[in-house]
């Protein structure tokens, strides 16, 4: 897998956290992936018996700027981008456009999703530019000297940002690309909250390519804190917490609430 070279210690991210969880520094973590194997494998032998709680649903959006005249990709388009195959937005049908990716590390648990989920076995392109937070990545994409510019991220925080539009997404054909958007539209100049309200039956359903379910992780050696992540993971859970949950754009597992 290609790897940024950092002058600064990792910026923070799913990986980041399950670190210092296993290390005793924090008593839970919040992850957008699931626990790997190899994490299990480093809890076990640290004595450390770890539990993951799903408490909401999050997908992937593929952010890009709002003059792209493209409408949406699939999975296979998005991971030739990604992997350098794909160069320029005119092989998608597009304006002859050069394409700049943009990613976070492979710290944050977006990027680690994309790279399991959709690169697979294969490397991100040396192509790809990685970047230390989401701002910084949609400052770059939303500058109109850089309109070919990509990026992967949460799909809750493209949904606050008017700077950037996020591309519908299909897992095989062109013709049946779901959107992020409940309107199946793209943010207004105000990102008033009822244009920007993200596809919630797309994600509940499963019919949004890219969506993945949010854990809490919690220590369950030291009883103080597991009584911390539980409570915390218990509140989440309850009709207020769902309804929060859904506040901050997020899909609640209930989706009534």
Not at 83 to 110: C, F, H
Not at 183 to 202: H, L, R, V
Request: include cysteine.
């Amino acid at each position: 897998m290609y790897l940024p070279k950092w002058d600064a210690p990792l910026p923070p991210g799913s990986g980041s956290g399950i670190k210092m969880l296993l290390d005793g520094q924090i008593s839970f973590v919040q992850s957008s992936r699931p626990l790997k194997d190899k994490e299990y494998e480093m809890a076990f032998q640290r004595g450390i018996l770890l539990q993951q709680i799903p408490v909401a649903i999050d997908g992937i959006a593929i952010a890009v700027n709002p003059s792209l005249n493209l409408t949406g990709l699939t999975i296979k388009q998005l991971k030739d981008i990604y992997r350098g195959k794909i160069t320029n937005w005119s092989q998608l049908g597009g304006a002859e456009l050069e394409i700049t990716p943009y990613a976070r590390s492979i710290q944050s648990g977006t990027t680690d999703f994309f790279q399991y989920n959709v690169l697979g076995t294969e490397k991100f392109s040396d192509r790809v530019i990685f970047v230390n937070d989401n701002q910084q990545a949609f400052t770059k994409i939303s500058d109109k000297n850089n309109p070919g510019g990509i990026y992967i991220t949460s799909a809750t925080e493209v949904i606050q940002h008017c700077e950037v539009k996020a591309l519908s997404l299909s897992r095989y054909s062109s013709n049946k690309l779901v959107s992020l958007y409940k309107n199946q539209g793209k943010p207004s100049d105000t990102c008033s909250p009822s244009q920007n309200q993200i596809n919630f039956d797309a994600f509940f359903n499963g019919d949004y390519p890219l969506s993945r379910r949010l854990f809490i992780v919690i220590n369950q050696n030291r009883k103080e804190d597991e009584q911390v992540g539980e409570t915390y993971t218990k509140f989440l859970l309850t009709d207020e917490g769902q309804k929060l949950i859904k506040k901050a754009g997020f899909i609640p597992l209930r989706l009534s609430y």
